[in-house]
């Protein structure tokens, strides 16, 4: 059973370019979770989403950041016109159920933006 | 959110066992304790959760003292591959919302020497 897939592992993008962020949750996971990383810093909460509908966004940036998980295929996540400030390492998170408090959340290895 | 604080770093010796400790006093009756830990460059994995009484699983140990003010996670034996930073993090099963998220704190970085 495959775990959580993240693609790209690795992003380069310049200041102004659109990154998009790729993530499959494990085989039988309807729902997904978005963190972000800085440098040097922990983990923040950004999104959850189940098919086609977006739960809880409070941790969205509210411009330019954007996350969609389509009936069928992966979860995106997309930032547009990325500055420098959005490296990080971005980590996809997929669970079963609805994420109670016993629930567990498996993590994907993250995609590490760059910005030029 | 309950707030959980732990220390900033601790230090273990190969084959010996690690007591890492983290306090919730504001804890309430229906937050679960979790804990995750991330090993360098990858991506935070599951370790251990307990309500009230005390867990074990192949990974770890899971101490919760009786008032659930504050718990420890017992590593029996410390490898190298246990250096990890450590996240003490609680989860609320009650109806409000935003059970879903995990609200990560600064954790634990656990130094292990051969």
């Known amino acids: 059973n495959a775990g959580v897939m993240q693609n790209p592992r690795h992003l380069v993008r310049r200041r102004g370019q659109e990154a998009r962020l790729r993530c499959s949750p494990m085989?039988?996971?309807?729902?997904v979770y978005w963190y972000r990383q800085l440098p040097e810093e922990g983990l923040k909460f950004m999104v959850y989403l189940q098919k086609e509908n977006i739960i809880d966004e409070s941790g969205m940036p509210k411009e330019r950041f954007s996350a969609e998980f389509p009936k069928e295929g992966p979860s995106i996540l997309r930032i547009q016109q990325v500055v420098r400030g959005d490296s990080a390492a971005y980590f996809c998170a997929s669970s079963p159920s609805q994420g109670r408090g016993t629930d567990t959340q498996y993590f994907g290895p993250g995609t590490r933006l760059t910005v030029l | 959110d309950a707030k959980t604080t732990q220390p900033n770093s601790m230090e273990s010796n190969e084959e010996e066992p690690v007591h890492l400790p983290c306090n919730h006093s504001t804890i309430s009756g229906t937050d679960y304790i979790h804990w995750y830990r991330q090993l360098p460059s990858q991506g935070p994995e599951y370790v251990i959760h307990?309500?009230?009484s005390n867990v074990n699983n192949r990974m770890a140990s899971l101490a919760i003292a009786e008032d659930r003010k504050s718990s420890t996670l017992i590593l029996h034996r410390a490898t190298l591959r246990d250096a990890a930073v450590y996240y003490c993090?609680?989860?609320?099963?009650?109806?409000?919302?935003?059970?879903?998220?995990?609200?990560f704190g600064a954790g634990t970085r656990l130094a292990v020497h051969p």
């Open positions: 993090i609680l989860r609320d099963i009650g109806v409000s919302g935003g059970y879903n998220k995990l609200i």
């Open positions: 085989k039988g996971h309807s729902h």
């Open positions: 307990g309500l009230t």
